[in-house]
């Protein structure tokens, strides 16, 4: 089991940043690849970030130069920094941990962190 906790979100004027984290504990060694994920008010949740064993990160085309996912691996903590926010970036950010020797798929989610972006 893999638990996951976020932090990081508030209201942001547009153009500003903010980092959010997300801290994982439990069997953090069994994590195979973190993403982040949004959900906006009345909107599907969708793929933000992910970044799989090994480094290698993929982006939505929204978030694309903007954002940033990154990992601390002797804090257990995946950040995503987020630069030149859009009011539409407005939603409810959670991390998710995959986990297991196979592919990335989002097993384990944390709570996630309200981000809101004032135009």
């Known amino acids: 089991q893999v638990q996951l906790v976020e932090s990081g979100g508030g209201v942001v004027q547009a153009g500003g940043s903010l980092r959010l984290s997300c801290v994982a504990s439990?069997?953090?060694?069994?994590?195979?690849?973190m993403g982040w994920y949004r959900q906006a008010p009345g909107k599907q949740r969708e793929l933000v970030a992910t970044?799989?064993?090994?480094?290698?990160?993929n982006y939505a085309d929204s978030v694309k130069g903007r954002f940033t996912i990154s990992r601390d691996i002797a804090k257990n903590t995946w950040y995503l920094q987020m630069s030149s926010l859009k009011p539409e970036d407005t939603a409810v950010y959670y991390c998710?941990?995959?986990?297991?020797?196979?592919?990335?798929?989002?097993?384990?989610w944390g709570q996630g962190t309200q981000v809101t972006v004032s135009s």
């Open positions: 439990g069997s953090t060694t069994s994590i195979n690849g």
């Open positions: 998710a941990a995959g986990a297991g020797n196979g592919s990335y798929y989002p097993r384990y």
């Open positions: 970044t799989i064993r090994g480094g290698s990160t």
